[in-house]
């Protein structure tokens, strides 16, 4: 970096993860004196990779841990032999489905240790709920972005998340040696969709197939890379000479700018050292108001090297950054910050559980004060629940790697806290504090459940809850108008992969069916009609006369019973069966076989015998003059309306508007909400919508968004009641 050097790796490198474990408190065996060294909380850094599905992100975390000395041959995505990638879905689709945590050990060219735990996370936009869990804990994030593709959607997204959760960010310019990469076009894409304050700290030597190192903007010197990924330094290139000293002012104002005292000794021609521009912009990285810019390749190792000395140099760690939590209960609740210490009350926050195989669930966490050590008690600060931390381990990829114990500001995992589910903080005794954790991604998409056997139905409930701890951005939910169980996530894709794992992990197997739609019907005239029961068989007969008046009452205010019966023409104590029979047979449906609603009955007259009349008798004439009432009472489909909201980029507002039209859809607003995006709000029928969260994303090319919520009910369409009369009589 600024004070470049040829990279020798240490002799504790070269080994798998499970030869060398991370032992307790981050130690490392230093290399020159042969003794264990405590890493601590300022030394370590929590890094999510972010960015667009393709980028490169897992592939740049394979390539850090090779050039750590994790791993001894640098895996491929498309082998499936990435430390990163290890489910058989991730496999089989050659891309990150979940967030995976891979730590590993880095001196920096500063001299000091680091450990750094990468959070690796997906890019695909189904999946924005685990970038949302690794930006909760994370203190740094590095945007990976294609030097082909450029800024991307998915960049875009994890920008946008980055900013909402107000996490400092680097950005490395990925696939350098790609054919149409380009560096330049990229960084004007940066600063293009999120402004100012991106600040290059590398130029490209050669492009394309020819990149064969890099240029730093601080220290006037250029490094060209080895075949083994290392690095020596080298004169620049006259043709990336003037470029490099034009932009190193650049980088220089840029930096200064945001320190006075600085600012005030370059203006007055004191130019500061690297080491002080350094120090400098880690500060304004911690403050999210710059952001580095780096480059390099994660297949050929060129900047990798460089990207781990950026990311321990310049990012924040968890002392940096103390965590905001909230004490106290109801209106007494109050907002405090916890700072990293090691001597503080214990609080940990768990932000994943996995269900595993043999170990049950693993709750992976971050400790945010404190220091957890094997066997030691916390408290479930939501649920009171005592929970033993017992067998503490830090993760790689799949890999356990035992921990005796745990500094603040750094991430483990521990298995079988059965009461604390994703989202827990857990704290010493006495100590009732809680993190408000990442808010799950609307589950805009879903799909009917239909268990194989008999066993697999026995089975579903306790599956289904197991995956929905492990992922809390799929919801289920049972519906008592359709019977239905009913799965929910943010895309056809998400869906398709919790039902694989479903299968593969809690040995579930189901079938998939379109959800039902929770129809209604109502009446829009008056009747009369008379139910009657005459029956008999020898004995005791049945009799019972009901006569009933049914006409509509308001929209959405319910459905009520009127007595009206007078001179004792029906019992007083039948009365109570006429009303049960009648709210019986609204429920299992009018004249379309839906149930009914926004009705008046009225009893007002009727006929008993002394003998033959019963509870029973009343409550079927009473049901069956229902009936036959509403039939005549001109009775009409009711369908469900929901509130959508849409936020599209302006470009593409005449054609979503256009859509929600063919849709059936009342547009009641669209405005301006910033940053060249619409925001649309509509009513549309709730059939219409059932895979808006594809159709949508196709239609914008992913940009769009949009929350739908139900509102009420209105009247079909008499042309649509023949098929929705079809279609829930075939079902």
Same mark, same amino acid.
């Given at each position: 970096?600024?004070?470049?050097?040829?990279?020798? +790796?240490?002799?504790?490198?070269?080994?798998?993860?499970?030869?060398?474990?991370?032992?307790?408190?981050?130690?490392?065996?230093?290399?020159?004196?042969?003794?264990?060294?405590?890493?601590?909380?300022?030394?370590?850094?929590?890094?999510?990779?972010?960015?667009? @599905?393709?980028?490169?992100?897992?592939?740049?975390? &394979?390539?850090?841990? #090779?050039?750590?000395?994790?791993?001894?041959?640098?895996?491929?995505?498309?082998?499936?032999?990435?430390?990163?990638?290890?489910?058989?879905?991730?496999?089989?689709?050659?891309?990150?489905?979940?967030?995976?945590?891979?730590?590993?050990?880095?001196?920096?060219?500063?001299?000091?240790?680091?450990? =750094?735990?990468?959070?690796?996370?997906?890019?695909?936009?189904?999946?924005?709920?685990?970038?949302?869990?690794?930006?909760?804990?994370?203190?740094?994030?590095?945007?990976?972005?294609?030097? =082909?593709?450029?800024? $991307?959607?998915?960049? &875009?997204?994890?920008?946008?998340?980055?900013?909402?959760?107000?996490?400092?960010?680097?950005?490395?310019?990925?696939?350098?040696?790609?054919?149409?990469?380009?560096?330049?076009?990229?960084?004007?894409?940066?600063?293009?969709?999120?402004?100012?304050?991106?600040?290059?700290?590398?130029?490209?030597?050669?492009?394309?197939?020819?990149?064969?190192?890099?240029?730093?903007?601080?220290?006037?010197?250029?490094?060209?890379?080895?075949?083994?990924?290392?690095?020596?330094?080298?004169?620049?290139?006259?043709?990336?000479?003037?470029?490099?000293?034009?932009?190193?002012?650049?980088?220089?104002?840029?930096?200064?700018?945001?320190?006075?005292?600085?600012?005030?000794?370059?203006?007055? !021609?004191?130019?500061?050292?690297?080491?002080?521009?350094?120090?400098? +912009?880690?500060?304004?990285?911690?403050?999210?108001?710059?952001?580095?810019?780096?480059?390099?390749?994660?297949?050929? !190792?060129?900047?990798?090297?460089?990207?781990?000395?950026?990311?321990?140099?310049?990012?924040?760690?968890?002392?940096?950054?103390?965590?905001?939590?909230?004490?106290?209960?109801?209106?007494?609740?109050?907002?405090?910050?916890?700072?990293?210490?090691? @001597?503080?009350?214990?609080?940990?926050?768990?932000?994943?559980?996995?269900?595993?195989?043999?170990?049950?669930?693993?709750?992976?966490?971050?400790?945010?004060?404190?220091?957890?050590?094997?066997?030691?008690?916390?408290?479930?600060?939501?649920?009171?629940?005592?929970?033993?931390? #017992?067998?503490?381990?830090?993760?790689?990829?799949?890999?356990?790697?035992?921990?005796?114990?745990?500094?603040?500001?750094?991430?483990?995992?521990?298995?079988?806290?059965?009461?604390?589910?994703?989202?827990?903080?857990?704290?010493?005794?006495?100590?009732?504090?809680?993190?408000?954790?990442?808010?799950?991604?609307?589950?805009?998409?879903?799909?009917? +459940?239909?268990?194989?056997?008999?066993?697999?139905?026995?089975?579903?409930?306790?599956?289904?809850?197991?995956?929905?701890?492990?992922?809390?951005?799929?919801?289920?939910?049972?519906?008592?108008?359709?019977?239905?169980?009913?799965?929910?996530?943010?895309?056809?894709?998400?869906?398709?992969?919790?039902?694989?794992?479903?299968?593969?992990?809690?040995?579930?197997?189901?079938?998939?069916?379109?959800?039902?739609?929770?129809?209604?019907?109502?009446?829009?005239?008056?009747?009369?009609?008379?139910?009657?029961?005459?029956?008999?068989?020898?004995? #005791?007969?049945?009799?019972?006369?009901?006569?009933?008046? =049914?006409?509509?009452?308001?929209?959405?205010?319910?459905?009520?019973?009127?007595?009206?019966?007078?001179?004792?023409?029906?019992?007083?104590?039948?009365?109570?069966?006429?009303?049960?029979?009648?709210? &019986?047979?609204?429920?299992?449906?009018?004249?379309?076989?839906?149930?009914?609603?926004?009705?008046?009955? $009225?009893?007002?007259?009727?006929?008993?015998?002394?003998?033959?009349?019963?509870?029973?008798?009343?409550?079927?004439?009473?049901?069956?003059?229902?009936?036959?009432?509403?039939?005549?009472?001109?009775?009409?489909?009711?369908?469900?309306?929901?509130?959508?909201?849409?936020?599209?980029?302006?470009?593409?507002?005449?054609?979503?508007?256009?859509?929600?039209?063919?849709?059936?859809?009342?547009?009641?607003?669209?405005?301006?909400?910033?940053?060249?995006?619409?925001?649309?709000?509509?009513?549309?029928?709730?059939? &219409?919508?059932?895979?808006?969260?594809?159709?949508?994303?196709?239609?914008?090319?992913?940009?769009?968004?949009?929350?739908?919520?139900?509102?009420?009910?209105?009247?079909?369409?008499?042309?649509?009641?023949?098929?929705?009369?079809?279609?829930?009589?075939?079902?």
């Amino acid at each position: 970096m600024v004070r470049p050097r040829r990279r020798e +790796l240490p002799s504790w490198h070269g080994t798998s993860v499970r030869q060398t474990p991370l032992r307790e408190r981050a130690t490392i065996r230093d290399r020159d004196r042969g003794q264990i060294v405590t890493i601590p909380t300022e030394r370590i850094r929590n890094v999510a990779l972010v960015g667009h @599905s393709g980028c490169g992100k897992t592939s740049v975390a &394979e390539a850090l841990l #090779h050039r750590a000395g994790v791993v001894t041959r640098l895996g491929t995505v498309d082998e499936g032999s990435t430390v990163c990638d290890t489910e058989p879905e991730e496999i089989k689709r050659k891309m990150s489905l979940s967030l995976a945590v891979a730590p590993f050990e880095w001196r920096a060219s500063d001299g000091e240790t680091y450990k =750094v735990n990468l959070i690796d996370t997906p890019g695909y936009a189904d999946f924005a709920g685990e970038v949302d869990a690794a930006l909760s804990v994370a203190d740094l994030a590095v945007v990976v972005v294609s030097a =082909v593709d450029g800024v $991307e959607v998915g960049t &875009e997204s994890a920008w946008e998340r980055c900013v909402a959760a107000g996490i400092p960010r680097l950005v490395f310019i990925n696939k350098e040696d790609k054919q149409n990469a380009d560096f330049h076009r990229v960084l004007a894409q940066l600063r293009e969709k999120f402004g100012s304050g991106f600040v290059p700290l590398e130029l490209p030597l050669g492009e394309e197939q020819a990149l064969h190192g890099v240029a730093d903007v601080l220290s006037d010197q250029g490094f060209e890379y080895d075949a083994d990924g290392t690095h020596h330094t080298a004169d620049l290139p006259a043709d990336v000479a003037d470029e490099e000293h034009r932009m190193h002012d650049e980088v220089v104002e840029e930096i200064v700018s945001g320190d006075d005292a600085q600012l005030e000794r370059y203006l007055s !021609g004191d130019v500061p050292t690297s080491a002080e521009l350094e120090r400098t +912009l880690a500060h304004e990285v911690c403050d999210c108001v710059e952001f580095p810019v780096t480059l390099g390749s994660a297949t050929s !190792g060129v900047g990798i090297d460089r990207l781990a000395d950026f990311i321990c140099e310049l990012g924040p760690s968890p002392a940096d950054r103390p965590v905001t939590v909230v004490g106290g209960k109801g209106d007494e609740a109050v907002d405090a910050a916890v700072p990293a210490d090691c @001597s503080g009350h214990p609080v940990a926050y768990v932000y994943k559980t996995v269900a595993d195989q043999f170990l049950g669930q693993v709750s992976v966490f971050k400790v945010l004060s404190g220091t957890l050590s094997n066997d030691c008690r916390l408290i479930n600060s939501a649920t009171s629940t005592e929970e033993r931390m #017992h067998g503490l381990f830090h993760l790689c990829g799949r890999d356990h790697v035992p921990a005796d114990a745990v500094v603040a500001g750094d991430i483990a995992a521990v298995a079988k806290l059965a009461g604390t589910p994703t989202g827990s903080t857990l704290v010493a005794p006495g100590k009732p504090v809680r993190v408000n954790g990442a808010i799950a991604p609307v589950a805009n998409f879903a799909v009917a +459940l239909e268990p194989l056997t008999q066993a697999d139905d026995d089975k579903l409930s306790a599956a289904l809850a197991r995956l929905c701890s492990e992922d809390p951005t799929i919801a289920v939910e049972r519906s008592d108008e359709t019977h239905q169980t009913v799965l929910r996530g943010a895309g056809d894709m998400h869906v398709a992969v919790a039902l694989e794992r479903l299968s593969r992990k809690f040995g579930v197997n189901v079938t998939t069916a379109d959800v039902a739609v929770a129809y209604r019907e109502t009446i829009t005239a008056r009747a009369e009609a008379e139910g009657k029961l005459k029956k008999q068989s020898g004995g #005791h007969g049945q009799y019972a006369v009901v006569n009933l008046r =049914v006409s509509p009452t308001e929209r959405g205010s319910g459905s009520e019973f009127v007595d009206s019966v007078v001179g004792g023409a029906i019992p007083r104590n039948y009365i109570p069966a006429v009303e049960r029979g009648i709210v &019986e047979a609204m429920a299992s449906g009018g004249a379309f076989g839906f149930p009914v609603v926004d009705v008046r009955v $009225e009893c007002y007259d009727g006929k008993y015998h002394s003998v033959d009349s019963s509870d029973m008798a009343f409550r079927t004439a009473a049901a069956t003059g229902l009936r036959e009432a509403l039939a005549k009472a001109e009775p009409a489909v009711l369908e469900p309306i929901s509130l959508v909201t849409i936020t599209v980029p302006e470009h593409h507002q005449g054609d979503v508007l256009g859509d929600l039209n063919a849709r059936r859809g009342r547009v009641s607003g669209s405005s301006p909400v910033g940053g060249g995006l619409h925001e649309i709000v509509a009513m549309v029928p709730a059939a &219409e919508i059932q895979r808006y969260a594809i159709e949508l994303r196709s239609m914008t090319g992913g940009r769009g968004r949009f929350t739908a919520v139900h509102d009420h009910y209105d009247i079909l369409p008499k042309h649509l009641e023949s098929k929705v009369v079809k279609k829930g009589s075939s079902a």
